[in-house]
């Protein structure tokens, strides 16, 4: 158990549909970082929340969303989802920048059918 | 062209070989990382570094920072270490991870 909780482990759902996927962090860790692998495409960093705000986005669609609760937990919200969006989503915690190495969830797998 | 460029991208050796996977990067970084992803595809990350060299067990991780490039090596390899190793930099002033993709290693008994 590295200390960062994803659920679900395993998501199944029909394209036009709207899922949200959570994460929570290791205790003490205030960033929380939102990844993407898919099999074409590699692992790719989506967004990043420190303490309960936006600090950096990367390649998210603007059908996707995410937010960091003031208990540190955070949601990654996916929306009128295709096929394409099937892929491994991770979550990623450290205690603030990247300089203190990062510690990643076990991950939601989200097929879309 | 990827800012992160690893090498090989399969490798596959007896066990107990020395194994050495490579990696280019192309821009200016505050950090590299090294991850380990198994076939239940769990991530887990096993260096950070910066300068020099770090070692735990028998893994280490160098960095030439001149040079932008990184190495990763497994002594006395077993097939436990069978994974995908992936190279990642996190940029000057950035927070967010760019990765290579991926080195897949089996390791035969």
């Known amino acids: 158990d590295s200390g960062v909780t994803q659920t679900p482990k395993h998501l199944i759902t029909a394209t036009g549909q709207r899922v949200t996927l959570r994460c929570s962090p290791r205790?003490?860790?205030?960033?929380v970082y939102w990844y993407q692998q898919s099999l074409d495409q590699g692992l790719q960093f989506l967004i990043q929340?420190?303490?309960?705000?936006?600090?950096a986005k990367g390649n998210i669609l603007e059908r996707f969303s995410a937010q960091q609760f003031p208990d540190l937990h955070s949601e990654l919200n996916l929306s009128s989802l295709e096929l394409g969006d099937s892929a491994l989503y991770f979550c990623?915690?450290?205690?603030?920048?990247?300089?203190?190495?990062?510690?990643f969830g076990s991950g939601t797998r989200l097929t879309v059918v | 062209k990827n800012e992160v460029e690893q090498s090989p991208q399969n490798l596959t050796a007896q066990e107990g070989e020395f194994i050495t996977i490579n990696c280019s990067y192309s821009?200016?970084?505050?950090?590299l990382h090294w991850l380990q992803q198994h076939p239940g595809g769990g991530i887990v990350s096993l260096f950070m570094?910066?300068?020099g060299k770090k070692k735990h067990g028998r893994l280490i991780a160098t960095i030439n920072i001149q040079e932008k490039h990184s190495s990763l090596h497994i002594t006395a390899s077993h097939p436990r270490d069978s994974a995908v190793y992936i190279c990642a930099a996190s940029g000057a002033g950035s927070y967010q991870l760019t990765f290579g993709k991926g080195t897949k290693l089996s390791v035969i008994p």
């Open positions: 570094l910066s300068s």
């Open positions: 205790s003490g860790d205030l960033s």
């Open positions: 990623a915690s450290s205690v603030a920048g990247d300089s203190y190495g990062y510690t």
């Open positions: 821009v200016g970084i505050s950090a």
């Open positions: 929340y420190y303490n309960g705000e936006e600090r």
